[in-house]
């Protein structure tokens, strides 16, 4: 039996499309998890909440989960992380551009053609921003301490650089895609005053929002751009991923 979180619309479609191969269950309060031997954990949790549902489980129950949490880390049950699995991640990664380009239109008032574009990490995330952002026309630059990342993007004709000053002052638009502070109150007074700042790292993000509201500079925090753009599509690459593993065992 599988036992799915559904809190959002993303787990929904999972439940959904997971029901058409296995006995599937959504939670509900007060109901006995001791049958359960796959559970799915949402993205959105309260982790008081999920660690009391956790300790319900089986020893034998295998956890599905999108990112590593705390309260897994005690547990005896097998635990799946999915965003550390390069299938679910770069699949992810698309949804999560678009919904970033979606901001950067709905916040700017210049194309993305011929726009000066720079994105912060070259992990996943950031290399298929940057290259759907090319093929949009835009002027696209990436930073990156990785080498191999670096070499990556070298090999695909996308220009890398140092995160330095001349860079923040001729961007026009900024992405941050590191969960680790690359914009803080020192860097951000380099920046053009009416830049659009789009953080899509994991929370807390890596920009000092305070700073950037005392100056003035539009920047926002933008978790889980997958199943806020494309909740249905996001959840047939989980649910297609999550299938594979519980037929391999």
């Given at each position: ?33 001791m ?11 309260n ?18 989960t999108?990112?590593?949490r705390?309260?897994?880390e ?12 390069d ?5 992810n ?6 919904g ?14 011929d726009?000066?574009i ?9 290399e298929?921003?940057?290259k ?21 993007l070298f ?6 650089v140092e995160l ?9 638009v ?16 380099h920046?053009?005053?009416d830049v659009y ?12 929002f305070?700073?950037?509201?005392k100056?003035?500079i ?6 889980a ?19 594979r593993?519980i037929?391999?065992?």
């Amino acid at each position: 039996m599988v036992l799915v979180v559904a809190n959002d619309a993303r787990m929904t479609y999972i439940a959904s499309e997971l029901s058409e191969h296995f006995n599937v269950q959504r939670f509900e309060e007060g109901m006995n998890l001791m049958s359960i031997k796959y559970a799915i954990l949402p993205f959105k949790v309260n982790p008081t909440e999920m660690r009391m549902l956790v300790n319900q489980l089986p020893d034998d129950c295998t956890i599905f989960t999108p990112i590593k949490r705390e309260f897994l880390e005690d547990l005896k049950n097998p635990i799946i992380v999915m965003m550390d699995h390069d299938e679910v991640a770069i699949y992810n990664s698309v949804p999560t551009a678009e919904g970033t380009i979606y901001y950067i239109m709905k916040h700017t008032e210049q194309t993305i053609h011929d726009a000066n574009i720079h994105v912060i990490g070259a992990g996943r995330c950031g290399e298929t921003l940057a290259k759907s952002l090319r093929n949009l026309g835009a002027h696209v630059t990436v930073s990156s301490r990785n080498p191999n990342l670096v070499a990556r993007l070298f090999e695909s004709g996308i220009k890398t650089v140092e995160l330095d000053e001349l860079v923040l002052r001729e961007s026009d638009v900024i992405i941050n895609t590191v969960p680790a502070m690359m914009l803080d109150k020192e860097k951000l007074g380099h920046v053009k005053k009416d830049v659009y700042i789009a953080d899509i790292a994991s929370a807390p993000g890596g920009v000092d929002f305070v700073a950037a509201e005392k100056l003035g500079i539009n920047a926002q925090l933008l978790p889980a751009l997958p199943g806020i753009v494309a909740p249905k599509t996001a959840a047939a690459y989980l649910a297609r991923f999550i299938k594979r593993q519980i037929l391999r065992r």
